[in-house]
């Protein structure tokens, strides 16, 4: 258990033991399932810890330049690259940091693979598909809605891929089950299973909610199996983002003031959903908070989270407590660590939280604190 005493306000902890109990689970997984897994940087890129995963997992993935090259440097190897859109000036770069790249289209495909060849880089390319199917409920994060800009259909690739290409990448979950995945592997394979002789890997993207406690994994390792014996020649690989900090660690918070507005009691905190907290509001959903009713309990005192940013809508609510708040008392937001320190911003110059880890012999390492040099570094 953390020892708040040792923890600024505010802060994202993240507790060493609960991070590799998700390790274990996911090497578990890749050992069984004769699969690769690998870290998608999206959700979690917290590099300081990078020693740690390292001793489970050896490889990562990436969506950018920068992620890309922290791959290469920080986790020690070549990044599996995947960018909707490659840059001419900084395609050498992915050139450079990636051993795998894989394209949005083939357009793009066309036009980059003569750098690729060029090279002289066992680079191995991909197509990313796209199959028209997803169980992911939300639309923000839905990537076969219609009309998505995201992937290749079956028809515009016809019968034979474009020499080069050796693998094909789908993503097409969002925090789901193996039986989302069974589902989703149904139709890829009905759509796009014609193609799967004329490739070397597959990689079946992010979203393999893997860690949670429900998630059937003796299932996730059948349905691989059976993949794999459908098509032995194929490599498989799978980079969950979430799933490998997902209920690691928390958002320390304080609460700054309370204000009160029409029977309507708000607890102003020292950190703000829209800027260290964003999936809160785009989601939406309604993070738990630690010793807190997640629903309002009648007679108890209850109130909205407000945030510390400017923005009318940086709030959310109700929460009910055992007893009233005061001034200075710590709120404690649960699994705060995937898809949060990477999303975060600095709109107001909003003081972003420390950053650190809770060691498995009960020490807080402050990986990092934020100042004024930040916010102005970033504006020019």
Not at 106 to 127: M, N, T
Not at 310 to 328: E, I
Request: aromatic fraction near 10%.
């Amino acid at each position: 258990m953390i020892d708040l005493t040792q923890i600024p306000s505010p802060c994202y902890v993240m507790e060493e033991q609960l991070l590799r109990r998700n390790l274990a689970r996911i090497r578990s997984v890749e050992d069984r399932a004769g699969v690769t897994i690998i870290l998608a940087f999206k959700a979690f890129a917290l590099w300081k810890s990078f020693p740690i995963i390292r001793e489970y997992i050896g490889h990562s993935t990436a969506s950018s330049v920068a992620e890309a090259r922290l791959a290469f440097e920080e986790m020690g190897s070549p990044a599996h690259s995947y960018a909707p859109a490659y840059i001419d000036e900084e395609f050498p770069a992915f050139l450079r940091y990636s051993s795998h790249i894989t394209f949005n289209s083939l357009s793009q495909f066309e036009r980059l693979y003569p750098q690729v060849k060029a090279s002289g880089r066992d680079i191995h390319c991909g197509l990313r598909i796209n199959p028209g199917f997803s169980v992911v409920e939300t639309d923000l994060y839905n990537p076969s809605a219609p009309g998505s800009r995201l992937g290749v259909t079956a028809e515009r690739i016809g019968e034979q891929l474009p020499k080069g290409i050796s693998g094909l990448h789908l993503h097409n979950l969002c925090e789901n089950n193996s039986y989302d995945l069974e589902r989703t592997l149904e139709v890829v394979e009905e759509k796009f299973g014609h193609l799967f002789p004329q490739i070397e890997w597959l990689n079946l993207g992010g979203g393999h909610l893997m860690t949670h406690k429900d998630y059937d994994t003796d299932h996730l390792i059948a349905l691989l199996n059976g993949l794999k014996k459908r098509y032995p020649h194929l490599k498989i690989i799978l980079e969950p983002g979430s799933a490998f900090a997902w209920e690691t660690g928390v958002l320390v918070a304080t609460v700054a003031d309370i204000v009160e507005n029409q029977g309507v009691q708000t607890a102003m905190l020292n950190v703000s959903f829209a800027c260290h907290m964003p999936d809160c509001l785009e989601m939406p959903y309604k993070p738990r908070i630690r010793g807190a009713y997640q629903e309002p309990v009648a007679g108890k005192p209850t109130y909205r989270m407000g945030g510390n940013s400017c923005l009318s809508g940086d709030f959310m609510g109700d929460w009910s407590f055992d007893k009233p708040l005061q001034v200075g008392d710590r709120i404690i937001f649960e699994d705060m660590i995937h898809y949060t320190i990477v999303k975060t911003t600095l709109f107001n110059g909003v003081t972003h939280p420390s950053i650190g880890l809770w060691t498995l012999d009960g020490r807080f390492e402050l990986y990092r604190r934020y100042g004024y040099e930040d916010y102005k570094s970033r504006m020019s």
